[in-house]
Structure formats: structure tokens, C-alpha cells
């Protein structure tokens, strides 16, 4: 369900609601109970619907943001031989690169030293890439 679904389903319950102030005293307790059912219906599907859409909205903000902060690292880095980089204070390459198959899939992940080989590897996707990348150490403080 949507929003669109559950505002329906609230207008529908309004509708409901309306129709059983303007009940005559003439009508019998089964016509009353059956407005009242159908009250409860059209709330019910009114709760169910605005819950989906709150969960969508959480669940979108989320996307907005983590693709706010995956915005502010790529404009926080520096390429150097085809690989990005932390950007120091100077300008210049910091670190380990990160990865580029997680950067084409939309995700700045840094590669790590992998141990095997001298090589530096995803610790994510597990792409190892060969001894001709470069790490910049940290400078001393």
C-alpha cells in the first residue's frame, strides 16, 4: 500500500463516519453495526497503509543519506595512476586507494593489505589488485 491508498482509505472512513451521524433513529441495531464494521475496516486499511509509507520514507532517507556521505568522500579524494585516493591536507594522495569495482557499483571502499603476495586487496568485493598500486603512507606527526 501507499499513501495514496491509505489517505483513500481515511477519506472512505470519513464517508463512513458521516453517514452514521446522519443515521435515523428508524434504522435497526444490524444496519448500525455494519457502518460501524465498515468504519473499522476502512481504519484499519488507513493504519496499514500509512505504516507501509512511513517504513518507505525511513527507508529512502537512509538511501538520501548514505548516498549523501558516499557524495562527500568522492569529493574528498584525489586520482592518481587511475586510482583514488584520500586527499591530504596538501592535495595530495593519502593511504590506501580505494576500490574501483565497489566505485563503478556506487560504494568508496578502501582496499586493505591483503597479506598474499605483497598485495592489496577489496575487503568487500575480495578484487586484489597487483603490486603496481601505490599506498601513501601517513605522514609522521
Excluded: W
Aim: proline letters at 4%.
Amino acid at each position: 500500500m501507499d499513501i495514496m491508498t491509505g489517505l483513500s482509505a481515511v477519506a472512505q472512513a470519513m464517508n463512513i463516519a458521516k453517514g452514521l451521524r446522519e443515521i435515523e433513529k428508524g434504522f435497526d441495531a444490524a444496519e448500525f453495526k455494519l457502518k460501524i464494521a465498515e468504519l473499522n475496516s476502512a481504519l484499519a486499511d488507513a493504519k496499514l497503509a500509512l505504516a507501509d509509507a512511513k517504513t518507505k520514507i525511513e527507508s529512502k532517507q537512509a538511501e538520501v543519506e548514505a548516498l549523501i556521505a558516499q557524495f562527500q568522500v568522492r569529493t574528498a579524494t584525489v586520482e592518481y595512476r587511475g586510482y583514488k585516493y584520500e586527499r591530504s591536507a596538501d592535495g595530495k594522495p593519502l593511504g590506501y586507494p580505494y576500490c574501483p569495482a565497489c566505485e563503478s557499483n556506487g560504494k568508496m571502499i578502501r582496499t586493505a593489505y591483503s597479506g598474499a603476495h605483497r598485495e592489496i586487496s577489496c575487503p568487500r568485493c575480495k578484487a586484489a589488485y597487483g603490486h603496481d598500486v601505490q599506498v601513501f603512507r601517513y605522514p609522521e606527526y
